[in-house]
DNA sequence: AATCTTATGTATTTTATTATACATAATTGG
DNA sequence: CCAATTATGTATAATAAAATACATAAGATT
């Protein structure tokens, strides 16, 4: 394999980290823009950029600006430099991809899996498809610029392990990025996949919403935050973790988790595929109740409008606490569609206060299965490509073009 | 009046912001910390320092550092240098203070006030007020700095102003900014009460901790939130808002905002008064119901009682969403101490999920009445020594200075 | 008091960046 | 095709900051 650019020389980058994560970031996309947002000079700035260009991390769009006179080129990250392998753990399977810096999906493996497997087997199975996967992204000549591992379960993302006790048994405080670097020299992020899917709903479909509420509905029910444009994780990733938020009534049904009216015990896919059992449908998961639903069974249809209702209470109490702009509501049984979203609004207009609901939307999710996996990347991404981290990642370009 | 330093030209502290901001953070309090965490040379450090020194906006403390060798000498900012004028809109009184950097309070004044005047005549008694506080301040030479208001309802911060209808009337979106800086060339800070004590207990008690609720438990009930050391403000200013958080029962009993079931119908001042004067009490407000509690009639008690468990309700929901990792009660009622308090303790660790109280502190406030203005004044103070702000306050020092 | 240690200031050289001015490039509109 | 217009690169002088090395300061230890 050809390097990119055999000319190309590792102080033709010096300092120029920061133009890139300005590009990186959107925030300047043409030279005029670096100058102005970067406050460098002309000179300085042509410079670096002409590294950057050189090196093959930044390229020049097809498109350009008119202006009037010469069009304005276009600035780009080149996405074909590097790529990134994200892993996502469901409950029965996990689902690997390598990503380009887009981030676009340039190779998959899926892997069964059990909830029963421990971190150590799981991780080497993970670590083994990640080198698999790793061989083939490189032979474009890439270079891997991290790892993003989806988990369900909560995660206190900085010391990258599982915490508390969750649907994966000898995960607790396993510390997954340490056992990761072992095997590969890159950075290793390790994330919940609620709030990964809050990552790519917000970076996707509403970059310039800074307050919002993803909430995902399907075997179980958990949200994610962005506060000032930024997600939101609270003192151990718990933030939230809305699923076991009780309010009791005569009838509370007896929750997964050991309580009694937790809203997941009576909204949760799980909770109407018990209800619609007992009324003689076999129903196990989220997927059955939702073609019951698309089969127009009345009891189906009133099972998960009442759910709506139960899941709104809960989302009204979270438009009182943060007052965000925006709720999206995704997961399995967002493909209920307006069955479900009525019954939200229904409780959230209801139940806030005018000031809170006078500008917020409640809309439908239109993420797919892989969104956990491209909010790993994004993840990844942005904080590879911020200020904070720049020069430690063009090092890396660096070593890899000597 | 003499000038502070005859020889200081503004040349001598081109630049000097960064070295200011890092020192007003506590970033860096000695010389050697102020050239790592500046990462400028030693020679353009000592050169700033001296601008900043002779300037007077920054001084040597009394302490230093004892190091084995040549003590290190402390820096900090010269609280006699400036003053903030903040204001207090209370139910009844208005409270305005002239503080130094520090800051403390350098004077007082106290206006009559009625909930039912318009901004226009209210603004016009302040600006009076502030105006005669400032004459005395500068007898000192000090540089007026900025003004904070506290108000008692949601405040839009950017825009500064009222926002949704509140107890305000005639509040709602008058630009309160435009109106003070017409009258004074500096900058305007316009908060809700509640945010600010938030912010004076988060400086002041728990300066390291990154996410923490304030619960304001008076006459009404209301919270404050800090996320990720930062104050939450929500898409409108409306986060934390948390007195018309509903749940529903037989008895639930009609709030001021018109529903049904509110806590704060439940558990605030008013509600406990209302409670009290339906057993054959006098009672009004929260006071009224505190110092029947300290005449220990046994009906007061029991109700402040049930309040704290009606609060942990909706405390527990708070936690759930946000995994905060301290819970601070204060206002009124929170002077019922562990009657108030052991009601919220309760409710909180039998409704959260292990992980979520794991490590939660729920503590009482000990702040006075007067935190919203020393809060209003770290807000003012934190923004304009702050990275992005700096320099314009350095500007307006040299302006004074000439 | 002499010595050690760490803090702090300063002079000098070297390097990096800016400012300025100008040259060249790539369009649009006539 | 030409002029107008805006984008972009580059040479040069001027400036700012860093690096280095050394000098001095102020306490602790002996």
Known sequence: MKKPNPDFDRT???GAGSLLSLIASGTATSRAELLDASGLSRATVTQRLNGLLASGLVCETQDTLPSGGRPTRLLAINAASGFVIVANIGETHIHLAAMDLQPAVLAETTLPFSITSGPD???TQISDAIAALAVEARKTNRLFVGIGLSLPAPVDFKRGCVVGPSVLPGWDEFDIIGWLKNRFAVPVYVENDVNLMTICEHKRRFPAID??????????????????????????GAAGDIGHIQFLSDDAPLCRCGKFGCIEARAAGWAIARDLSARGFRAETARDVIDLVDQRK????????????????VVSDVV?????????????LARGGDLLLS????????????????????????A????????????ILD????????????ERYCNRAD
Chains 1, 2 share one sequence.
Do not use: H, W
């Open 12 to 14: 033709m980058i010096d």
């Open 121 to 123: 087997d799981t991780l």
């Open 211 to 236: 307050d919002m509420v993803f909430v995902k509905i399907g075997t179980g029910i958990g949200s994610g935050m962005i506060a000032g444009g930024r997600l939101f994780r609270g003192a151990q």
């Open 298 to 313: 009345p009891e189906a249809l009133m099972l998960l409008r009442a759910a709506g209702r139960t899941i709104g209470e």
């Open 320 to 332: 009182s606490i943060l007052n965000p702009s925006l709720i999206v509501i995704g997961g399995t």
């Open 343 to 366: 019954g939200i609004r229904e409780l959230v207009y209801q139940r806030c206060l005018p000031l809170a609901t006078r500008n917020l939307s409640i809309v439908l999710s239109t």
């Open 368 to 379: 797919q299965e892989d969104s956990a996996m491209f909010g790993a990347a994004y993840l």
């Open 383 to 394: 904080d590879l490509f911020g200020a904070a981290k720049i020069d430690q990642l063009l």
